[in-house]
T-cell receptor, first 115, second 113 residues
Framework: DSGVTQTPKHLITATGQRVTLRCSPRSGDLSVYWYQQSLDQGLQFLIQYYNGEERAKGNILERFSAQQFPDLHSELNLSSLELGDSALYFC??????????????FGPGTRLTVL | GEDVEQSLFLSVREGDSSVINCTYTDSSSTYLYWYKQEPGAGLQLLTYIFSNMDMKQDQRLTVLLNKKDKHLSLRIADTQTGDSAIYFCAEMYSGAGSYQLTFGKGTKLSVIP
């Protein structure tokens, strides 16, 4: 158990809908990361938040957005869903080290199926 | 952009050594990582290596880094059936407080009893 929790575990929805995925980081971790794992694209970095502020953006679609709240939990919002958005979405968290080393602890993921 | 390449499959007999190879492109990466993903589970960090190191050993795991060729390998000694999983190589891109992992597609290791 990494200490990172994600809800829900599974989500089935229809095209055109909007969903929200939730992540609670490990206690004390200020950074939260979102990754998408799909069969064709593999594991791709989406976005990073640090203490409520966006720090880095990867291959995140404009239909997707995220935020980190004052209690440090994060939500990933996916809208206008398409079949191709079906994937496993991982959240990870880390503490900001000063040595440059960064260990990201991954949650169990949310499996999104778009029908 | 950054790209990490791995072979997709590896099959070994129980008790043999497994070697999983990876090539990366970003020469500025300071840390390189190996993650393990078991079926239906999240990613578990196995080990990492700092870019100024050539080798790192941690129990049954040995990581070799050839920075000139941008080649990374993970050797698992005395491979067990419990080692069957997908192994991901990843490089870290960092800057201005941002940390972004770029993963390979993963190598599925099958251990034959």
């Amino acid at each position: 158990d990494s200490g990172v929790t994600q809800t829900p575990k599974h989500l089935i929805t229809a095209t055109g809908q909007r969903v929200t995925l939730r992540c609670s980081p490990r206690s004390g971790d200020l950074s939260v990361y979102w990754y998408q794992q799909s069969l064709d694209q593999g594991l791709q970095f989406l976005i990073q938040y640090y203490n409520g502020e966006e720090r880095a953006k990867g291959n995140i679609l404009e239909r997707f957005s995220a935020q980190q709240f004052p209690d440090l939990h994060s939500e990933l919002n996916l809208s206008s869903l398409e079949l191709g958005d079906s994937a496993l979405y991982f959240c990870a968290s880390s503490v900001q080290g000063t040595s440059g080393y960064n260990e990201q602890f991954f949650g169990p993921g949310t499996r999104l199926t778009v029908l | 952009g950054e790209d990490v390449e791995q072979s997709l499959f590896l099959s070994v007999r129980e008790g043999d050594s497994s070697v999983i190879n990876c090539t990366y492109t970003d020469s500025s990466s300071t840390y390189l990582y190996w993650y393990k993903q078991e079926p239906g589970a999240g990613l578990q960090l196995l080990t990492y290596i700092f870019s100024n190191m050539d080798m790192k050993q941690d129990q049954r795991l040995t990581v070799l880094l050839n920075k000139k060729d941008k080649h990374l390998s993970l050797r698992i000694a005395d491979t067990q059936t419990g080692d069957s999983a997908i192994y991901f190589c990843a490089e870290m891109y960092s800057g201005a407080g941002s940390y972004q992992l770029t993963f390979g597609k993963g190598t599925k290791l099958s251990v034959i009893p």
